[in-house]
């Protein structure tokens, strides 16, 4: 229960950031936070170095350990929230924040769309912008031999896998992500922001289900914009196949799909042909989420409402147009985009 959770918490930064993580602290006193700087800013770039110096910091007395990063918005309420959803999963790995292009992020949009409060990470890494663990395994990880791995958040994805432990996204995400320079080479990567954050979300209605598909479809920029499904193996791990997956194992006429999404994209005049399947992968991916919803042991009864779905929907098109940049996309298109998402969800869940 959250009244017997003990949460200590962290802001780790590199020195060059340490304004920023000061700036943090001071907007959330009831935090308590410590700050954790690189002990090695001079030497070869790591985001593990400084994130096992935030971990050990976990206190004698705390049950659970939060480590945020220095470019990290939280939402107003946010220490009760987090304790509750603690309560909820006490020895699960939580993550606050997932960005809005990974492949956990459609995982998000599905726990949204069915009303649930946890997802399952399905990325090969965990996402550490905000991230909670049990102390234990927070001063354990602190203090392991790892192997040469920089990044933090592949490093931690190995410990909790062979720990055992479950890694979650809470929905919705209470953690934004500001971005602003990159210190790890991310700039590439555009803007990186939650799948699902709310400003003020409501503690209410939340369950401890986590939502763990057999089957995920996903579009990545890793894949090119060209949207997959992953799809669970005997073993836990994920294979990607092609995008009508979903589709063929609910014996939906793929054609019809198909012809229904370019009637929605080929409404939208002054279309690149880059842009054009853009559209048309975000469509083929809402009718699958909105399709796995539907037919979900878990699943909402009406169509998908509330400020997550919104929230989720409205995220989906950014995530996959985040490498363009703000110039190259016009806001009428992601507008369009967001809006035909919208149409796709709500016909797979029809």
Avoid at 86 to 113: H, K, M, Q
Avoid at 168 to 187: F, K, T
């Amino acid at each position: 229960m959250a009244a017997d959770v003990v949460l200590s918490a962290t802001i780790m930064a590199h020195p060059r950031r340490r304004a920023d993580a000061l700036a943090l602290r001071a907007r959330h006193p009831e935090m308590g936070f410590t700050l954790a700087l690189d002990p090695d800013p001079g030497g070869p770039s790591s985001a593990l170095r400084t994130a096992r110096v935030a971990w050990g910091m976990a206190r004698a007395d705390a049950t659970h350990h939060l480590v945020v990063q220095d470019d990290a918005r939280l939402c107003a309420g946010f220490l009760p929230l987090v304790r509750q959803a603690i309560g909820l999963r006490p020895r699960d790995a939580i993550c606050l924040f997932t960005e809005w292009g990974s492949d956990s992020s459609y995982n998000v949009r599905l726990a949204a769309l069915g009303g649930s409060t946890f997802a399952q990470v399905v990325d090969h890494y965990i996402p550490t912008v905000a991230l909670v663990l049990p102390a234990d395994a927070a001063r354990e990880f602190a203090g392991r031999c790892l192997p040469d791995i920089p990044e933090d958040d592949i490093a931690l994805r190995h410990f909790l896998d062979e720990k055992g432990l479950s890694q979650v996204v809470l929905v919705p995400n209470l953690v934004d992500h500001l971005g602003g320079e990159s210190l790890r080479g991310n700039a590439a990567m555009g803007e990186r922001r939650a799948a699902c954050f709310l400003p003020a979300p409501r503690g209410t209605g939340w369950s401890r289900h986590v939502v763990a598909p057999a089957v995920l479809p996903v579009l990545s920029t890793m894949d090119g914009g060209i949207p997959r499904c992953l799809v669970r193996g005997d073993h836990g791990g994920w294979a990607r196949r092609d995008a009508f997956h979903v589709l063929r194992s609910h014996g939906v006429d793929a054609q019809a799909v198909i012809s229904q999404g370019k009637d929605v994209v080929e409404g939208h005049a002054g279309l690149g042909q880059k842009e054009r399947n853009l559209f048309f992968g975000l469509w083929l991916t809402g009718y699958s989420l909105g399709l796995i919803a539907r037919t979900a042991a878990h699943a909402r009864s009406g169509p998908p409402a509330g400020p997550e779905v919104t929230r989720s929907l409205e995220s989906a098109s950014s995530g996959i147009l985040r490498t363009a940049g703000d110039q190259a996309v016009p806001q009428a298109l992601r507008t369009a985009m967001a809006d035909g998402v919208r149409r796709a969800w709500e016909a797979g869940h029809a």
